[in-house]
C-alpha cells in the first residue's frame, strides 16, 4: 500500500474501525484530505425526493501534488435511496488546459481491495501526456474499500497467526482444516463488518460510479478498468449502456462465469497461475546463467525449496517467519510483471535457497497486505453465487490443488486470501447480498467497448477476456501476446490503441494483436536490464500496491 496518499497512514499493529453497527449520524463533513481512516456511515439528508438517489455534492480541497481531494455521499442501500449512506473519498487531477478537455477518465484499479485513490495519485505521472492533457483523471476508493469504510474480518494479529501456521507443501489431511479456518474467517466478518458487508458487492459499486459521473457533471463515462476493474466496469455498462462514452476493460473477467457459475471461473485461474510459473521455470532451465535458480532441475529444486522452508522455516528481519507459504504468496503476486521480472525472479529464488532474509520472496504477508485481503474476500463472498454442496466444494479445491501442483496447494489449503481460492468461505458465507448483480452481461446499445487480454496472464487468464468480448454486444477484443497480468502500459502497442480509443473514440481493428513484450535478457548479457527489479519494489516491499506498467 502506498505511503505517499494524503491523510496519516495507520501503523504497527493498528485498532482498526470495526463496524459492529452501522452509525447514524449528523451530516457533518470531515474533509478526506484530513481523514486518513475509513469514512463515517452516516444518515442521508432529505433532498425532498422523488425516490432517486441524491447526487453527491463535492466539496474540493487541495491535497497536495496538484491534487485535489473530496467526500461523497451515496446510499449504503439502494433499495432505500434516500436513507443511510456511506462515505467515498474520491480525489483528481485536473487537465492542465480546462477549455481543451473532453471530460473525465475514471480510472479503476484491480482488486478487489485496493485503493482507486491511490492508483490515481500512483499512475497519473505516468499516463501518456494525451490522456493527461484530455482529460481530468478521477479515481476513488469503492465502498468497503480503503477510505471509504474498509472492510475488516480478521485482525492484523489473527491474520497473523493462520499466515504463519500455513504451508507452501499442505499435508494429506489438509483440507478439513482449510474449511474450518474458512468457517472462522466468515464468521468474523459478520461479526466485525456483517453491517456493512451486504452493501459491498459490485452492483452497488457500478450505481455508485454512475452516482460520481453525475456529480461531476459528465453525460457519459469514460473509464480505464484494470483486472477487477474490468468487472466493475462491466457491471456498469450492463446496467447503464446508454451512458456509457468509452470503456476499456483491461484484464477482462469471465462475467457470467464469475458471479454465476464462480467454480468454472477459478479453477482457470489457478491452471493460468501455475502455468505462468511453470513456463518461468521451463525458462530458467534453458537459461541457467540468466536465472541462476536449480542447477540444471529448477521444478526440482522449487518442490524441494517449498518443503525446506516449511520444515526449517527462515527468521525475518522483524522477528517473523518465511516459510514455504511465504514463497508461494509472494510468487503468486510477483509473476504478474511478466517476462521482464523472470531474471529477479531467478535471484530471489536462489537466495531463497540460500536462507537469505533479504530476497523478496522471503517477505511475509504484512497488515499492508491484509488492509487488500480482507475486503477482496468479502466482496468476491457477495459477488458469486456457490452452491451449498460440501461435497461439490471438497472435489473442486482438491481437484485444483491437484491440477496445479506448483502454487495450487498453498492456495487451496490456505488461509483466506486471494481470488481463486474463496470458495472454501463463500460456501459459508452467511447474509444477504442485495448489492450482488447477477446479469445480463450484455450492454445492449453501448458505445463499442475495448477488452484488452493477454495471452499469458496469471491472474485473469485470457479466455476470460474473450468470453466477455463475446458476451457484449458491442465488445472488441485486442490481444496482447506476452506473459503477465494486463496490457495497457506493458505493451507500446496496447497503450497506443487504449489511448486513441480513450482520447478521440478510434476503436482498434477487429483481430488486432500486439506482440511487444519486454524480453528477458539471453545469457548475454548475463545482468537483467535496467527497469527490471521494478516488480519487486511494487511487490515485493509494497505489498499490493496497484501500478500501471511502465513501458521499458
Known amino acids: 500500500m502506498n505511503q505517499q496518499a494524503h491523510g496519516p497512514r495507520r501503523s504497527g499493529t493498528r485498532a482498526r474501525r470495526r463496524l459492529p453497527r452501522l452509525r447514524i449520524a449528523v451530516a457533518a463533513a470531515v474533509s478526506f484530505a484530513l481523514a486518513g481512516t475509513a469514512a463515517q456511515v452516516m444518515a442521508a439528508e432529505p433532498d425532498g425526493s422523488d425516490g432517486q438517489p441524491p447526487v453527491p455534492s463535492l466539496s474540493w480541497s487541495d491535497c497536495q501534488g496538484g491534487f485535489e481531494c473530496a467526500n461523497a455521499d451515496v446510499p449504503l442501500d439502494y433499495r432505500d435511496p434516500q436513507g443511510k449512506t456511506i462515505t467515498l473519498a474520491v480525489i483528481r487531477k485536473k487537465a492542465p488546459d480546462q477549455a481543451k478537455k473532453k471530460g473525465t477518465l475514471f480510472l479503476q484499479p484491480g482488486g478487489p481491495g485496493n485503493s482507486g485513490v491511490d492508483f490515481v495519485r500512483n499512475n497519473h505521472a505516468g499516463l501518456p501526456a494525451a490522456m493527461r492533457d484530455s482529460f481530468d483523471v478521477f479515481g476513488y476508493d469503492v465502498r468497503g474499500v480503503g477510505r471509504s469504510s474498509a472492510v475488516t474480518c480478521w485482525d492484523d494479529q489473527t ?55 453525475q456529480a461531476l457533471g459528465e453525460n457519459q463515462l469514460t473509464y480505464y478498468g484494470r483486472s477487477f476493474g474490468s468487472y466493475i466496469g462491466t457491471v456498469y455498462a450492463a446496467l447503464f449502456p446508454d451512458r456509457v462514452r468509452a470503456l476499456v476493460l483491461d484484464g477482462g473477467y469471465d462475467p457470467e462465469h464469475y458471479a454465476n457459475r464462480p467454480y468454472a471461473y477459478d479453477r482457470p485461474q489457478y491452471l493460468a497461475l501455475d502455468g505462468a510459473m511453470s513456463r518461468f521455470l521451463d525458462w530458467c532451465k534453458a537459461d541457467q546463467d540468466t536465472c541462476g535458480f536449480g542447477d540444471g532441475d529448477p521444478r526440482g529444486a522449487f518442490e524441494k525449496l517449498k518443503a525446506d522452508l516449511d520444515a526449517s522455516p527462515v527468521p525475518t528481519a522483524n522477528g517473523g517467519q ?105 460456501v459459508q458465507w452467511t447474509g444477504e447480498k442485495p448489492s450482488r448483480y447477477d446479469g445480463s452481461f450484455r450492454a445492449k446499445g453501448s458505445a463499442p467497448i475495448l477488452v484488452l487480454g493477454t495471452t499469458g496472464d496469471p491472474d485473469t487468464p485470457y479466455r476470460d477476456a474473450v468470453a466477455l468480448s463475446r458476451q457484449l454486444d458491442n465488445g472488441r477484443l ?59 519494489l511494487r511487490n515485493g516491499v509494497n505489498e499490493r500496491l496497484d501500478r500501471l506498467g511502465s513501458l521499458r
Open 159 to 213: 491474520y497473523t497467526r493462520a499466515i504463519t501456521a500455513a504451508k507452501g507443501v499442505p499435508g494429506p489431511d489438509a483440507y478439513e482444516p482449510a474449511v474450518r479456518q474458512a468457517a472462522a474467517f466468515a464468521q468474523a466478518c459478520q461479526d466485525n463488518a456483517g453491517e456493512l458487508a451486504p452493501y459491498v458487492g459490485t452492483e452497488y459499486v457500478a450505481r455508485d460510479i454512475d452516482l460520481l459521473r
Open 322 to 426: 518465511a516459510n514455504g507459504y511465504t514463497l508461494v504468496y509472494r510468487l503468486m503476486f510477483n509473476i504478474n510483471e511478466g517476462k521482464v521480472i523472470w531474471p529477479s525472479l531467478g535471484q530471489a529464488l536462489r537466495k531463497a535457497q540460500q536462507r537469505d532474509n533479504t530476497s523478496f520472496l522471503l517477505r511475509p504477508p504484512s497488515p499492508a497486505s491484509y488492509d487488500f485481503l480482507n475486503p477482496n474476500v468479502a466482496v468476491e463472498c457477495v459477488d458469486k453465487d456457490y452452491p451449498r454442496d460440501p461435497a461439490l466444494l471438497k472435489r473442486q479445491v482438491t481437484r485444483n490443488a491437484e491440477l496445479a501442483p506448483l502454487l495450487g496447494p498453498a492456495m487451496a489449503y490456505g488461509p483466506p486470501t486471494y481470488d481463486h481460492q474463496h470458495a472454501t468461505t463463500c
Open 478 to 536: 485486442l490481444t496482447f501476446k506476452a506473459e503477465g497480468h494486463t496490457a495497457f502500459g506493458r505493451s507500446a502497442c496496447a497503450t497506443d490503441a487504449v489511448t486513441g480509443y480513450l482520447v478521440d473514440l478510434k476503436v482498434p481493428a477487429r483481430g488486432t494483436t500486439c506482440a511487444d513484450e519486454t524480453q528477458p535478457p539471453s545469457a548475454t548479457p548475463k545482468v537483467a536490464p535496467p527497469g527490471t527489479t521494478l516488480g519487486e
